[in-house]
C-alpha cells in the first residue's frame, strides 16, 4: 500500500498559525487585527493570538540599541516558535523577525532565530503564497484605491504584488498606482520624531501623488506609514481615507478609516 | 572642507524651505534613478556584474599590501613618482613641495573629492598659486565660492540662471545672451582652454588603480582630465590606496558599473588611462609624474566593522536614490561626502562626535543598497553607527532613556498590557469625536508636523481580543 502523500495530507489539516499582532495594530488599529484572524480562518488556518508577545523591538534595534533590542527578541522568539507559522500584518515588523533576528545571534540563538525566520510571513504573502483565500462572499469594494508599499516589505521581503492581487481577487479593486511608489514616505520608525521636518517632506511627496492617483482610498500593509501619513494628511486638511489592506480584504470596512473621528 | 556636519537639523531644515532648488533636486531624484535602471537593465547581468566586483573587491582588500606593492612597483618602472601620504596635511604640503620644486604659477585641476576631502585648493591659494578647476561643475562653484553638493555633479544645486548671471558677472566678455546651456558652456570652455595651456602643474584624480600596470584610470564626461594630465609638464595623480584593483579587467568591471550607476550612460565621453611621463618618442605628455596615496584613516576603517565602506565607487548612485538626500540636498550634511554613503564616511574619516547626526538622517528605506553597484550594505551600517552614537553617549539622553524603558516594558507583558491597555482607552475616548490629537504631552516630535491619529477605541487589541474569549470564543 503507499503511503499516504505527505503534502497532500497537510493540505488537508488546518494550519497552526501564530498571528503576531504588532504593537501599532494592538495599540491603535485593532480591527486590523481581527481582520487578520478573519482573513487567516476563511483560507483555513487555526489562528492562536499568543497572549505573552508585545512588539518586535525594532524601535531600540533601529536607534542603535541593539543591546536593548536582544532581549526583546529572545523572548519573541520563544513565544512564537512553537507554531508552523507566524503571520503578521506588517512588512517592517515580518522582515524584523525574518531578517534582523538572525543577525542579532550567534550559537544556539542563532539556530533558533533561523528557524522562526524561516516560518515567519508577512500577511498578503502568506495568503497567496501559501493559503489561499476562498473566492470573496463581500460585495465588491467601490472605491478608488491606491497602494502604498512600505519599504521593509517591498525590498526585504518582495511585497509587491500580492496585496494588489488580493485587492483585484476579494475586492474586485484594480490599484491605481502612486507615482514614485518606490520611495519612502518617511516614516522611519523613530526617525519620523527625531528628523520632523525631513520626514514630513517626505510625507507630503507621498500624498501629493496619493491625490494626483485620484483614488480616494490609500492601503498599505504597515500601519506606521499609514498613521504617518494619515497624520499628515489630516494636518494639511487631505481628504484621504487610510487603511490597512486586511481591513479592505476582509470585508466591507465601514468604521472610520485611521486618524478619522466618528463626528 | 570646513566640517559643519552637527548643524544638519538645521541646514536640513532652512534647505527645505528654499523651493526652487527643493523643486530642481525632487527632478534630478526622479530622473537619474529612471536612467540608472535603464541602463542597468540594458546592460543584462548588472547583478552579476556587481557581485564580481565585489568579490574582487573583498580579496583586493584582504591582499592589500601585496597589490600596493605591486602597483608601485610598476609604476615606478614607468618613470612615476609614488608617495604614500598619512593626512590632510601630508598630502597637500606634498603636492605644495611639488609645485614649488617647479616654480608653478599656475595649477589646473580635474575634479578630486580626495582633494575637497584635504583641502588642497586653500593651501595653495595661501601659498600664492593661481588654482583653477577644470571640471565644468567644480568650476562653476569655484567661480562662485561654494562647495560641492553632490560627489558626481558638483553643481547640481544650481539653476541654468544662476550659472549665466554668475558668468555674466565674473568673465569679462562683454554683451552676450547665454541663453542656452551650450552657450553656457561653450563660454566655459573657451576660458578654460586658455587656462589649461597657461598650466604649470597639473592635479587629477582616479578612479582605480591598477596594479598589474601601474596605470591610473580616469573617467570623465568634459575630457578635462586628459587636458589636466597631458598639457602642464608636471602631473600630480592625487588618490587613495584603496582605489586599487588587481586587473586591468577588473578596472573595466568598474567603469561599466560606475558609469551607468552615475548618470546612466552606457559610457562616458573619456575613460583614460595614464602610465606614466613622455617616453622619448611621445608626442606629448607632461614630463614629470606624480602619484600621491592618501590614507586619512582609511587603515583604520579597513581593520574595523566598516571595512565594506571602502568598496564605495564613487557613483553617486546612493544620493540620487536616496529621499533624505534629495529632500534636503548635499549642503546640509556640512562636509565633501553627502548622502548615504556621506553619512557613513564623514563620521568614520572625521569623528561620530562631529558628524553623528548623519546615521540619523536615514529611514532605512533600503533603496541605497538596492541600487550601490558595490554591494555595500548602507542602511546596516548606518544602523551601526548609530550603536556606536548610543556607546558613545552621543544620543541626547531622553531618546535613550526613552528607548530603553519601551525595550524593558515589552519585556513584562503583563505590566506592559495594563499599561498601554489603560492609555489606550483613554486616547481613545478623548480622541473618538476628532480622530486625531493636533497636540499631544511628550509627543512634540510627532505633533510639530502631523496630527496623531487617536486610537481606534474599545482598548487594544489584546483587551478586547481576550475579552471576545471569555464571552465564549466568538471571534472576528
Ligand atoms: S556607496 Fe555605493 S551607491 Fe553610494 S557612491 Fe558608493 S558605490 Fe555608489
Redesign the interface.
Known sequence: MDKPHPKRKRSRQRRDVALM?TCL??????????SA??LL?RAGCRVT?P?????C?Q????????D??V??AR?AIETFEPFDYVVVPSGSCAGMLSHHYPALFEGEWHERALALSAKTWELTRFLTEVARLPAPRHKPLERGVTYHDS??GL??LGVHQQPRQLLQEQCGVQVSELG?N???C??????????????????D?KLDNAVASGASVVAGGDLGCL??L???A??RGLKLEFRHVAELLAGDPR??G?????? | MKLASNEF?QA??AA?LEEDK?QRR?LI??FL?LARDAAASAYGDFDGLRAHLKRVRRHTMAHLSHYLEQFEEAAVQHGNQVHFVADAEQLNSKVLSICQAHSARRVAKGKSMVTEETGLNELLLKAGLDVLETDLGEYIIQQAGETPSHIVGPALHKSLAEIRQLFLDKHTLGDRDLETVSEVVEEARGVLREKFLAADVGIIGANALIAEHGTSMLVTNEGNGDLCANLPPVLIVCTTFERVLPRAEDAMALQRLLVRSATGQPQTCYTSFYTGPRREDDVDGPLETHIILLDNRRSDILASDYSEMLDCIRCGACLNHC??YI??GGHAYGWVYPGPMGSVLTPLLTSLEQAHHLP????????CA?VCPANIPLPDLL????????VQQL?PAR??NG??L??????H?GL?RNL?GWT?SVLGLL??????F?RLPF?G??T?????????G?????R???ARRRRGGK??
Not at chain 1, 516614516?187 to 510625507?203: E, L, N, Q, V, Y
Not at chain 1, 485611521?258 to 463626528?263: L, P, V
Not at chain 2, 510639530?448 to 481606534?456: C, L, T, W, Y
Request: one cysteine or more; glycine letters at 14%.
Open positions: 499582532i495594530a494592538d495599540l491603535m488599529r485593532p480591527s486590523v487585527g481581527f484572524i478573519r480562518e493570538v497572549e505573552q508577545q508585545t512588539c523591538g524601535p531600540a534595534y533601529n536607534s542603535g540599541e541593539v536593548a533590542a532581549p526583546v523572548a519599504c521593509a525590498r526585504e514614485q518606490q520611495v519612502c518617511g516614516f522611519g520608525g523613530t526617525f519620523c520624531a527625531r528628523m520632523p521636518d525631513i520626514s514630513a517632506k517626505m510625507a511627496d498613521l504617518h494619515s497624520g499628515r489630516r494636518r468604521g472610520p485611521i486618524g478619522e473621528g466618528r463626528e | 537639523m536640513s531644515s527645505l527643493a525632487s531624484g526622479q534613478p529621499p533624505i529632500g534636503v540619523n538622517a536615514c529611514t532605512s528605506c533600503g533603496r538596492e544602523r551601526d553607527l548609530r550603536q556606536d552614537e548610543s544620543k531618546w535613550r528607548l530603553r519601551h525595550a524593558w516594558l515589552l519585556r507583558p506592559y498601554t489606550m480622541g473618538k469625536r476628532r480622530g486625531a493636533r509627543a516630535g510627532w510639530g508636523q502631523r496630527d496623531f491619529p487617536a486610537p481606534e474599545g482598548g487594544t487589541f489584546m478586547q481580543y481576550a471571534r472576528g
